[in-house]
């Protein structure tokens, strides 16, 4: 193929600007070493990326999830969620001694008309030419 066009791709991206993306990210990845699946024949790198869409020898989908990895910064990793039954079988088996008992635990408590008086007693800031 001497030449490639616009039109010899597009059947197979249909939008041009996805078309464009996918082709400079396929010329960046054949600059960076990837192997070509087409015969480069003296074309520059561009050139060959869009002859491979143009012969499907690259799907675009293949190329579109390439594109989106490498513009990825943090990649999600799926891990197994926890065999929730296993935990709440530990939990009940576990002696009544290991928990502390409500009692036990102490929280700073105010009552409503400390809190209202400590409201009070706040000086309020000076005011400033700043703001």
Do not use: W, Y
């Amino acid at each position: 193929m001497a030449r490639v066009t616009v039109e010899d791709c597009i059947d197979k991206v249909e939008n041009r600007f996805e078309l464009v993306l996918l082709a400079s990210h396929r010329a960046r990845q054949i600059s960076q070493g990837e192997h070509i699946t087409v015969d480069r024949d003296n074309d520059k790198n561009p050139v060959v990326a869009l002859r491979e869409i143009a012969d499907e020898t690259l799907s675009p989908g293949d190329l579109k999830e390439a594109l989106i990895h490498s513009l990825q910064k943090h990649v999600e990793v799926d891990e197994p969620e926890a065999d929730l039954p296993a935990i709440t079988a530990q939990a009940e088996d576990a002696p009544e001694a290991d928990l502390l008992p409500e009692d036990n635990i102490a929280f700073d408590r105010m009552s409503e008309e400390d809190l209202l008086a400590g409201i009070e007693g706040l000086v309020p800031p000076e005011k400033n030419d700043d703001f």
